[in-house]
């Protein structure tokens, strides 16, 4: 399964942190895709991250502002996110990559339970 | 980068009706299409993965098909526990993933 931190509440230009725990599997054969879902819109992928080699694609509308990283003693993948403004204001998912050592041609077969981050003054 | 476009975005529909969802892509994705159901306040869950093969656990009801550019979720027999959103997604071309806008459903 996949654990995600807490729900952040930030002002505007400032960065946010969110964590993803994996368990229940070997954490650096599978990939990690970061998700997002602002209040009553669809899906945006925002990126993903390979814990086996450190490899990482972010979103074009998003380079520059995010960062993902993975701790393999920790099996815990991190999503920083910079500059925020209130169209950040999301909920933020992590999801697994069912393919062993890939970012493509799979599905997303695990999710995390979602982080809440509001971007307020 | 691969456009996917769902429709309808929305439908009403009674307990045990057929209901069926399409998925186009704006250029070939092969098989590499993959189906989510997600409910209020929840992540997203995996129904249908590589066009046509059900997620383990998820019933029989539901279905895919397609290949190429056109695709399809069917629910054989709409269920009360089946409302929700429904999303395709492509992992042909990636970066960058690509999702559907979603399909609500409802029941009447």
């Known amino acids: 399964q996949l654990m995600q931190s807490a729900a952040e509440l930030r002002k505007p230009g400032a960065s946010v942190k969110v964590s993803c725990q994996a368990s229940?599997?070997?954490?650096?054969?599978?990939?990690i895709h970061w998700v997002r879902q602002a209040p009553g819109q669809g899906l945006e992928w925002m990126g993903w991250i390979s814990p086996y080699n450190d490899n990482t694609d972010y979103a074009r509308t998003l380079q520059g502002r995010v960062t993902m990283t993975s701790d393999t003693s920790t099996s815990t993948v991190s999503m920083e996110l910079r500059s925020l403004t209130s169209d950040d204001t999301a909920i933020y998912f992590c999801?697994?990559?069912?393919?062993?050592?890939?970012?493509?041609?799979?599905?997303?077969?695990?999710w995390g339970q979602g982080t809440v981050v509001t971007v307020s003054s | 980068d691969i456009q996917m476009t769902q429709f309808p975005s929305a439908l009403s529909a009674s307990v045990g009706d057929r209901v069926t969802i399409t998925c186009r892509a704006s250029r070939s994705v092969s098989t590499y299409l993959n189906w989510y159901q997600q409910k209020p306040g929840k992540a997203p869950k995996l129904l249908i993965y590589s066009a046509t093969k059900l997620q383990s656990g998820i019933p029989s009801r539901f279905s895919g098909s397609g290949s190429g550019t056109d695709f399809t979720l069917t629910i054989s027999s709409l269920q009360p526990e089946d409302s929700a959103s429904y999303y395709c997604h492509q992992s042909f071309s990636v970066p960058p993933v690509t999702f559907g806008q979603g399909t609500t459903v409802a029941i009447k």
């Open positions: 229940g599997y070997i954490f650096s054969d599978y990939g």
């Open positions: 999801a697994r990559h069912s393919m062993r050592y890939s970012g493509s041609y799979g599905a997303f077969d695990i």
